[in-house]
């Protein structure tokens, strides 16, 4: 059974920093593309980032371009999203997602997420003064 669990949520002031975590079960993120989404109040899911199973190619949206970092620690079998400069507009439930197979290249699986199979809850990041 698949099982992917994100942590390092939280409260954090504009221009702070935040690590998510999303340790999976059940499969090996090193062979499978991983992307992370954010879903914020009233406001269609957004694809954040994603990081290739092949080369470890890494894809960002616009939007967090420069200030996010996505990475995997294939030891661990959990990949994170380094958050630093955090802006009010990043306030969002973030999730982990991935397939069998999933690329991040394409659209489908990311950033439009319909392709994913496995889901995290999410961690809700709140940055606000």
Excluded: H
Aim: neutral net charge.
């Amino acid at each position: 059974q698949v099982q992917l669990v994100e942590s390092g949520g939280g409260l954090v002031q504009p221009g702070g920093s935040l690590r998510l975590s999303c340790a999976a079960s059940g499969l090996r993120l090193d062979y499978n593309a991983i992307g992370w989404f954010r879903q914020a109040p009233g406001k269609e899911r957004e694809g954040v980032s994603c990081i290739s199973s092949r080369d470890g190619s890494t894809y960002y949206a616009d939007s967090v371009k420069g200030r996010f970092t996505i990475s995997r620690d294939n030891a661990k079998n959990t990949v994170y999203l380094q958050m630093n400069s955090l802006k009010p507009e990043d306030t969002a439930v973030y999730y982990c997602a991935t397939a069998q197979p999933a690329y991040c290249s394409g659209g489908y699986y990311y950033p439009d997420g319909y392709g994913m199979d496995y889901w995290g809850k999410g961690t809700l990041v709140t940055v606000s003064s």
